[in-house]
Nanobody, 118 residues
Framework: QVRFVESGGGLVQPGGSLRLSCAAS????????MAWYRQAPGKSRELVAT???????NYVDSVKGRFTISRDNANNTLYLQMDDLKPEDTAVYYC????????????WGQGTQVTVSS
């Protein structure tokens, strides 16, 4: 079974940038749709961004224009470039995928902590 491992989180000041990576133990080509979610303390998990196929991307309104999701099928990695970070972006970020455009998500990674604070 394919496993996801997220990395790239850390502590950053407001206005800063981070790039998250989600490395898969096998081919991500089987995951037609991939996504990044986040969960802040005391809150439910929130969908941040999705990529359908290789180029069809969607974002939650709060990150539009600041975050960019992308995938590298050759290296079996999903990315989330996060710019102009805000304190409200603080959360644990998770990646996931599924074989179809809609339907239940499959496996999840263990998450990577992003903290935005001065």
């Amino acid at each position: 079974q394919v496993r996801f491992v997220e990395s790239g989180g850390g502590l950053v000041q407001p206005g800063g940038s981070l790039r998250l990576s989600c490395a898969a133990s096998g081919s991500i080509s089987r995951f037609y749709t991939m996504a990044w979610y986040r969960q802040a303390p005391g809150k439910s998990r929130e969908l941040v961004a999705t990529i359908i196929g290789n180029t069809n991307t969607n974002y939650v309104d709060s990150v539009k224009g600041r975050f960019t999701i992308s995938r590298d099928n050759a290296n079996n990695t999903l990315y989330l470039q996060m710019d102009d970070l805000k304190p409200e972006d603080t959360a644990v970020y998770y990646c996931t995928g599924r074989s179809a455009i809609v339907g239940p998500w499959g496996i999840w990674g263990q998450g990577t902590q992003v903290t935005v604070s001065s």
